[in-house]
C-alpha cells in the first residue's frame, strides 16, 4: 500500500481546490490534489458551463421565435435539435476539462490520486490504496443537489440539476419543484426548448435569496412565455398515475394535483461531508453537514481548512475561487493582510434566466434588519433608451443605501446583461462610494448601464422622471 508524506493534501479539484493545489505546487510544496470524479468540480461538469451553454442553446430558439417582434421574418416551425444541443454542451466541457487535465500532468511537484478520500487520524488519509501523511490539508469537496422529504420520491424517475442535463427527449410536460436559481434556469431552458413547464416555489416568491421584487419580475416573464407558475406550494407526495408523475401540494389552503412525465428537484444543495469521516480529524460541521471555518477558513482542527461550497453560502464558483485565492495567498506565501480573509468581502450573484437576475450586498428588506435607516433609488428598464431599442424592458435597477451616511449597502439588477451590470456596482462597494458620487458618474449613451446612474436619480435619468 503506497504512503505518500506531503506538505499539502487537497481534497476535491474543483474550481477552487485545483487552482490551490496547482499554485503551491508550483511553488515548490510537495503537493497531492484528490479527486474522486473529474477535475473542474460541479461548476464544469454540472453546473454552470453546462447549463450556461444550454441556456444559450434555448436563448437561441426563444429568439428565433419571437424574432417578428423586431421586424424578422423566420419562415416554418423553430425546433431544438436536443442530443445536438447536449453534444456541443459535452464538447464545451471537454475543451475545458482536458486543459485542466494538461496543467495537473506538467506539474512536477503536484500528484492526482483519483479516488475517494476520508480520513484515518488528523492529517492522515485514505484515498484507495494509498495512505497520506499531509502537513497541512485543505478540503474542497463542494455540494451535491439536496432531496426533500417527499413522501414517495424514491417511488417514481426523477431528475436533479446533474442528471437533467444529459436528457436527449424532450420532456412532455417538465415539473420542477424548487424556485430558486437552478430551478428557474431550468424551467424557462426546457420552456424554451418546447416543453411544457409547471414551476412550484415553497416560498411567496421566486429567488427566495433575492429582492421580492426581482421574482416578481421573473414571475410575470415565466407566465408570459407560458410557464405555470405555483408559489406558495408545498409539495406533499408524488407518485405514479397512468404512467404519468402525479405530484400533490398544498397550495395556500387547498390542495392540488398536478402531473408530468418529468420531473426535476431543485430544492438546495447538501455537502460532500459523510464520506470524509470529519470527526476522526477533529473537524466540526454544522447540523447540515456544512464544515465550520472562521473568516480565514480554519477549520477546528489545527493545519486543516475548507474552502468553496462546502462551507455553505455563498456557494458559487467565483467566491470559491476566491477563498482558494486568498488561502493561498494566507498559507503558501505567508500573507497576514485582509486579501487572506473574507472579512469585508462583496459577493455579487446572478441568474441566468432571461432577464438575468443579479445583485451584491444588502436588499432593501435585508439593510432595514441590520438596522440601517435607508434611501432607495429605482429605475425601471422601461425607461432606458438602449432597453427599448433592444426590446428587453423587463426589470429594474434598485440601488439601497444607508441614509446617515450615504454610502452605498446594495444592489439589485433585474434586465438584461444584469450579469456583467453589477459589476460596476461591486467596485462601487469595495471602494465605499457614495450614493451621490453613482449619481455623477458619467456613462456612454444609449447603454443598459445608464439605468444605474438613473436609479441614483443622476445625469442619465431621463428628461420628465422624478427621483424616488
Partial sequence: MPDHSVDLAVIGGGMAGLPIANKAAYKGLRTILIERELLGGTCLNRGCIPTKTLIETARVAH????????????????????????????????SIRDSAYRQVEKNDHLTLVEE????????????????????????????????????????????????????????????????????????????RFGSRVTLLQRGPHLLARDDPDAGEVIAEVFREEGIEVVLDANVESVGNKSGAISLIARVGSGVQTFEGDA???????????????????????????????????????????????????????????????????GIVKGETDEMTTSTGRHV??????????????????????????????????????????????AGFVKLVADAESDRLLGATIVGSHAGE?????????????????????????????????????????????THD
Fill in 263 to 329: 420531473l426535476l428537484i431543485a430544492a438546495g444543495r447538501t455537502p460532500n461531508t459523510d464520506t470524509l469521516d470529519l470527526e476522526a480529524a477533529n473537524v466540526e460541521s454544522d447540523e447540515q453537514g456544512f464544515i465550520v471555518v472562521d473568516d480565514a477558513f480554519r477549520t477546528s482542527a489545527a493545519n486543516v481548512w475548507a474552502i468553496g461550497d462546502v462551507t455553505g453560502w455563498p456557494m458559487f464558483t467565483h467566491s470559491a475561487r476566491d477563498d482558494a485565492n486568498r488561502l493561498y495567498r
Fill in 63 to 94: 429568439i428565433a421565435r419571437t424574432a417578428g417582434l423586431l421586424g424578422v421574418e423566420v419562415s416554418g416551425d423553430v425546433r431544438v435539435d436536443l442530443p445536438a444541443a447536449i453534444r456541443r454542451k459535452d464538447d464545451v466541457i471537454r
Fill in 348 to 393: 455579487p450573484y446572478a441568474a441566468f434566466t432571461d432577464p438575468e437576475v443579479a445583485a451584491v450586498g444588502l436588499t432593501e428588506i435585508g439593510a432595514r434588519d441590520a438596522g440601517y435607516t435607508v434611501k432607495v433609488g429605482k429605475h425601471p428598464f422601461t425607461r432606458v433608451a438602449r432597453a427599448k431599442a433592444m426590446g428587453k424592458t
Fill in 116 to 191: 475517494d478520500a476520508r480520513f484515518l487520524e488528523p492529517r492522515v488519509l485514505r484515498a484507495g490504496a494509498n495512505t497520506i501523511h499531509a502537513e497541512r490539508v485543505v478540503l474542497n469537496t463542494g455540494s451535491r443537489p439536496a432531496l426533500p422529504a417527499i413522501e414517495g420520491l424514491n417511488s417514481v424517475p426523477y431528475h436533479t440539476s446533474r442528471t437533467l442535463l444529459d436528457v436527449t427527449n424532450l420532456p412532455e410536460h417538465l415539473l420542477v419543484v424548487g424556485g430558486g436559481y437552478v430551478g428557474c434556469e431550468f424551467a424557462q431552458m426546457f420552456a
Fill in 421 to 465: 451590470l453589477i459589476h460596476e456596482l461591486v467596485l462601487a462597494l469595495d471602494l465605499g462610494a457614495t450614493y451621490e458620487r453613482i449619481a455623477q458618474s458619467l456613462h456612454v449613451h444609449p447603454t443598459l448601464a445608464e439605468a444605474v446612474n438613473s436609479a441614483a436619480g443622476g445625469v442619465h435619468r431621463p428628461a420628465g422622471d
